[in-house]
Structures are given as structure tokens and as C-alpha cells.
């Protein structure tokens, strides 16, 4: 099968979805199938190499810098382009410019579309957009996600907690449930006490360690609070916290506000095949809080590596951490969360017992066993598009535009 790939984010951009795009591709070449994926251009770090990538002039967005908006008359030229190749499927993975590219091919050549809702808009849309009032933040979300939904054949939806949310606004496009997953041979390796040495982190020293884009929907703060109740009783604690994003510069005032400033150190992002494991294995616990999680990719890496977790489990998480021998799930309550870990810290026994189980928990959520549902769902949306033939009608729903604006 020949996919195309639509993102408004990908590498050098670390997040979940750049991850879950990532895996689905390398997945779909290793079992013989073609990939192309097209995503905004950063700058001279854009990722190349391993299967076609597409990279279309971009600039940035005013309100979360990090990312980028692909420019209207980049999607227009290449529009023409992509609609001569002939794609068996296309995959659309964002809901913005690439949602309009792919719906407006699917529209050209009559190939199959879907869509994987990784976003959960009502949540996040209250921290970059606060200046609205929340009632109608939701409206705005829900009106959003019924309109994209409506324009594509069919939805990959993370998790059961996700379909639930869906069919809450109305939502009637048919839907799969199916997270990405991970490849584990990827979290095989890790060095915790290089980790330590390279850094001068004693090796008795208790550590905590998240990994996680740093923005106010991932919760950090929350985490900063647990971690000043724990220094009470472990005055030596050190909480590692690994990534970037547009809360970093307050996550450090705050830390210093609480007293932290030298139990809270800021890695930013590091090389996910090297030092990113290395420190995940430095860690005796892994903590986790976001409540917007549709999947929770950091949770299963964790896993893999044998990392004893301790999370609330909302949305994604809690789907991932459900009978999770090697996790520990709390309230996102402080006293509640740092009794948890506080707990872990002082038995290092249950430690190794739930390091040696977190990858067999891992094992649940391995990306070639996942990939095969794709592929064959993927198959399925082909062929009935194929029976259809050229009177196949693409998804359209009231007042859509065929203009990129």
C-alpha cells in the first residue's frame, strides 16, 4: 500500500504526536508498505532519511512558539503534486492546514481518508486561550471536533475514555480504537548510573524523573508541589525533569518559589536513543500527572525501561496504567500522590518488583502488534473505496470550504 501522511507537527518538534507519526511509518515500511509524509519545515534540524518526507515552508505561531503553521501557498503548490501520485489511503494526523490538504485530496482522487484524533481541544483549548470564557471554549472545541470528524471516512481513536468524549459531542464517524504503541527494542538499552555520574547524581540519591512537553495541560506544577512534601521527609530528593515548551521559564520560578532550587534540575530535550533512556533509568520513580493525555506514549517508555510509576490515571493514562503491575495510580491530590511515591522511595524491594514488571506490562502496548490493526484496518478502507470506484463520494459535511484560506 502506497500512505500519505498528514501533520501540522513532526521532528525536530518532540511531542506525542511527532512520536505516534514516527512509529506508524516505520511500522508500515518494515511490513513492505510505501510512506510519505508531508509536515511543516523548521529550519536545518528537519528530520530526513528514513522514508520520504515532504517539508513545507512554515512560520511561527504567536501564542506557542514552538510550532509552526504551514503557509497557504505551500499546501496550494503542493496540492498538485500529491494529487497525481496515487495514494491508497491517507492519513491525517493534525487538525489544522494538514486536516485541509487531506480532505481536499481525498476530495481530488477519491482516496480514503482517516483521521487520528490525538487532541483532547476541549481541555488544552482553555490554557492557550484563556481570555474566553470556559462555556464558550467547550462550544468552540466540540463545533470544531464535529466538523473535522464529519470530513474524513473514519477515526483512530486512542482510547475508550477518547470514544466516550466523541459520542458525548454527537459524533456518529465510524471509529477504532487503537494506540500506537511503542517499538521496545527502542527502550531496550539505558544507562541510569551514567546518567547519575555523567551529572554528579549520587547513586543513593532518591530521584524522581517525568519527561514531558512543558506546558501548563501536562500538570508539572502539580508535580513541583508533591515534590516540596516529599523533601520533608527525603531531604536529599532530586526531581529531574526532562523536555521543553512554552511553561518552562514559570516551572522554574515556580520550583524556586517552593524552595526547590536544588531539587529540581531541567534537562530540556535529550536525544531519545541515547540519553533520554539513560535518564529515564536514572530515575526510582516516574511521575506523571497530565489529565489531557490521550494516550500517554512516556508511560509505556517508562514501562519498557522498568521504571516504577506513579501517575493519575485520566483519559489515556488511565487506559495504559489499568492493570499496570509496575504502576502505582493516586488522586490528583498532593498529599495522596506523595504518600504513593514516598512509599516506593522507602522500599527499594517493591522497587525491583515493579521494575521487573513493567516490561511485561509494556509488552501489551508494542507497536508491530498494533501496526498489524492498522494495516488492517487501512486494507479494509481501500477496498471498499476501490469497490466504490469513481462514483465514491468523499465525507462532506454542511458548509464545508474547498479554499485554504
Same mark, same amino acid.
Given at each position: 500500500?502506497?500512505?500519505?501522511?498528514?501533520?501540522?507537527?513532526?521532528?525536530?518538534?518532540?511531542?506525542?504526536?511527532?512520536?505516534?507519526?514516527?512509529?506508524?511509518?516505520?511500522?508500515?515500511?518494515?511490513?513492505?508498505?510505501?510512506?510519505?509524509?508531508?509536515?511543516?519545515?523548521?529550519?536545518?534540524?528537519?528530520?530526513?532519511?528514513?522514508?520520504?518526507?515532504?517539508?513545507?515552508?512554515?512560520?511561527?505561531?504567536?501564542?506557542?512558539?514552538?510550532?509552526r503553521?504551514?503557509?497557504?501557498?505551500?499546501?496550494?503548490?503542493?496540492?498538485?503534486?500529491l494529487?497525481?501520485?496515487?495514494?491508497?489511503?491517507?492519513?491525517?494526523?493534525?487538525p489544522?492546514?494538514?486536516?485541509?490538504?487531506?480532505?481536499?485530496?481525498?476530495?481530488?482522487?477519491?482516496?480514503?481518508?482517516?483521521?487520528?484524533?490525538?487532541?483532547?481541544?476541549?481541555?488544552?483549548?482553555?490554557?492557550?486561550?484563556?481570555?474566553?470564557?470556559?462555556g464558550?471554549?467547550r462550544?468552540?472545541?466540540?463545533?470544531?471536533?464535529?466538523?473535522?470528524?464529519?470530513?474524513?471516512?473514519?477515526?483512530?481513536?486512542?482510547?475508550?475514555?477518547?470514544?466516550?468524549?466523541?459520542?458525548?459531542y454527537?459524533?456518529?464517524?465510524?471509529?477504532?480504537?487503537?494506540?500506537?504503541?511503542?517499538?521496545?527494542?527502542?527502550?531496550?538499552?539505558?544507562?541510569?548510573?551514567?546518567?547519575?555520574h555523567?551529572?554528579?547524581?549520587?547513586?543513593?540519591?532518591?530521584?524522581l524523573?517525568?519527561v514531558?512537553?512543558?506546558?501548563?495541560?501536562?500538570?508539572?506544577?502539580?508535580?513541583?508541589?508533591?515534590? /516540596?512534601?516529599? %523533601?520533608? #521527609?527525603? =531531604?536529599?530528593?532530586?526531581?529531574?525533569? @526532562?523536555?521543553?515548551?512554552? &511553561?518552562? *521559564?514559570?516551572?522554574?520560578s515556580?520550583?524556586?518559589?517552593?524552595?526547590?532550587?536544588?531539587?529540581?534540575?531541567?534537562?530540556?530535550n535529550?536525544?531519545?536513543?541515547?540519553?533520554?533512556?539513560?535518564?529515564?533509568?536514572?530515575?526510582?520513580?516516574?511521575?506523571?500527572?497530565?489529565?489531557?493525555?490521550?494516550?500517554?506514549?512516556?508511560?509505556?517508555?517508562?514501562?519498557a525501561?522498568?521504571?516504577?510509576?506513579?501517575?493519575?490515571?485520566?483519559?489515556?493514562?488511565?487506559?495504559?496504567?489499568?492493570?499496570?503491575?509496575?504502576a /502505582?495510580?493516586? %488522586?490528583? #491530590?498532593? =498529599?495522596?500522590?506523595?504518600?504513593?511515591? @514516598?512509599?516506593?522511595?522507602? &522500599?527499594? *524491594?517493591?522497587?525491583r518488583?515493579?521494575?521487573?514488571?513493567?516490561?511485561?506490562?509494556?509488552?501489551?502496548?508494542?507497536?508491530?502488534?498494533?501496526?498489524?490493526?492498522?494495516?488492517?484496518?487501512?486494507a479494509?478502507l481501500?477496498?471498499?473505496?476501490?469497490?466504490?470506484?469513481?462514483?465514491?463520494?468523499?465525507?462532506?459535511?454542511?458548509?464545508?470550504s474547498?479554499?485554504?484560506?
Open positions: 500500500m502506497r500512505i500519505l501522511m498528514l501533520s501540522d507537527v513532526y521532528f525536530p518538534r518532540v511531542n506525542g504526536v511527532s512520536s505516534s507519526i514516527r512509529t506508524f511509518a516505520r511500522g508500515l515500511e518494515q511490513q513492505g508498505h510505501q510512506v510519505t509524509i508531508v509536515a511543516p519545515a523548521y529550519g536545518d534540524d528537519d528530520e530526513q532519511g528514513e522514508f520520504e518526507i515532504l517539508r513545507l515552508s512554515s512560520r511561527r505561531i504567536f501564542f506557542d512558539p514552538e510550532d503553521l504551514i503557509r497557504a501557498s505551500a499546501l496550494r503548490r503542493v496540492e498538485d503534486l494529487a497525481t501520485r496515487s495514494f491508497d489511503l491517507i492519513h491525517i494526523h493534525t489544522f492546514r494538514a486536516h485541509q490538504l487531506g480532505v481536499r485530496l481525498a476530495r481530488r482522487t477519491g482516496a480514503p481518508t482517516v483521521e487520528t484524533y490525538h487532541t483532547y481541544f476541549e481541555q488544552y483549548a482553555a490554557h492557550y486561550l484563556p481570555w474566553l470564557p470556559a464558550a471554549l462550544w468552540i472545541a466540540r463545533s470544531f471536533s464535529r466538523r473535522l470528524c464529519a470530513e474524513v471516512d473514519h477515526l483512530i481513536v486512542p482510547s475508550s475514555q477518547m470514544v466516550e468524549v466523541l459520542a458525548s454527537g459524533i456518529e464517524t465510524p471509529s477504532t480504537i487503537l494506540p500506537t504503541g511503542i517499538d521496545l527494542d527502542e527502550f531496550a538499552s539505558g544507562d541510569g548510573a551514567a546518567f547519575r555523567a551529572h554528579a547524581i549520587a547513586p543513593e540519591r532518591p530521584t524523573v517525568t514531558s512537553r512543558l506546558a501548563q495541560e501536562k500538570n508539572i506544577a502539580f508535580l513541583l508541589e508533591v515534590a /516540596r512534601v516529599l %523533601a520533608h #521527609e527525603f =531531604p536529599t530528593l532530586l526531581f529531574i525533569i @526532562a523536555g521543553e515548551g512554552p &511553561d518552562a *521559564a514559570r516551572l522554574q515556580r520550583s524556586r518559589e517552593l524552595g526547590l532550587e536544588g531539587s529540581v534540575r531541567f534537562f530540556g535529550l536525544d531519545r536513543r541515547t540519553r533520554l533512556l539513560d535518564c529515564y533509568r536514572a530515575g526510582d520513580v516516574f511521575v506523571f500527572a497530565s489529565p489531557t493525555e490521550t494516550q500517554g506514549l512516556v508511560l509505556i517508555e517508562a514501562m525501561l522498568g521504571v516504577p510509576i506513579v501517575s493519575t490515571a485520566v483519559m489515556g493514562t488511565a487506559t495504559v496504567l489499568e492493570r499496570a503491575a509496575s /502505582r495510580t493516586s %488522586a490528583q #491530590e498532593v =498529599p495522596a500522590f506523595a504518600n504513593h511515591v @514516598a512509599a516506593l522511595l522507602r &522500599d527499594p *524491594a517493591l522497587r518488583e515493579m521494575s521487573a514488571a513493567g516490561p511485561l506490562d509494556a509488552q501489551a502496548w508494542s507497536a508491530p502488534v498494533l501496526m498489524q490493526r492498522a494495516i488492517e484496518l487501512y479494509r481501500a477496498d471498499d473505496a476501490a469497490r466504490a470506484g469513481p462514483d465514491r463520494v468523499p465525507p462532506r459535511p454542511p458548509f464545508a474547498d479554499s485554504i484560506p
